[in-house]
């Protein structure tokens, strides 16, 4: 993520949860990738935690299905 909340980096797993190629997700934010607001919201949080504090922290999603747990590491 930037600092705008959009992101800058997704990999191939993350590319094909969305459906989506690397050119049509990069630079968008997650209600843009249809992210429910709970799920955004939390992303938000996290990235402003890490903003305001300038340390690390690790976030973790747990899903059911095929894509299993998401880890992201806010830097």
């Known amino acids: 993520f ?5 992101f800058t980096y997704a990999n191939a797993v993350l590319l094909q949860m969305w ?3 690397r050119e049509e997700a990069l630079g968008k ?3 843009e990738l249809g992210y429910p607001d709970w799920h ?3 992303h938000d949080r996290e990235i402003e935690q890490v ?3 300038k340390a690390p922290i ?5 899903f ?4 299993g747990r998401r880890i992201y ?3």
């Open 40 to 42: 955004a919201a939390m």
């Open 58 to 62: 690790r976030g973790e999603v747990p």
């Open 73 to 75: 590491d806010y830097i």
């Open 29 to 31: 934010n997650c209600l």
């Open 2 to 6: 930037d600092l705008e909340h959009r």
């Open 51 to 53: 903003k305001a504090t």
């Open 19 to 21: 459906g989506r190629t």
């Open 64 to 67: 059911n299905g095929t894509f």
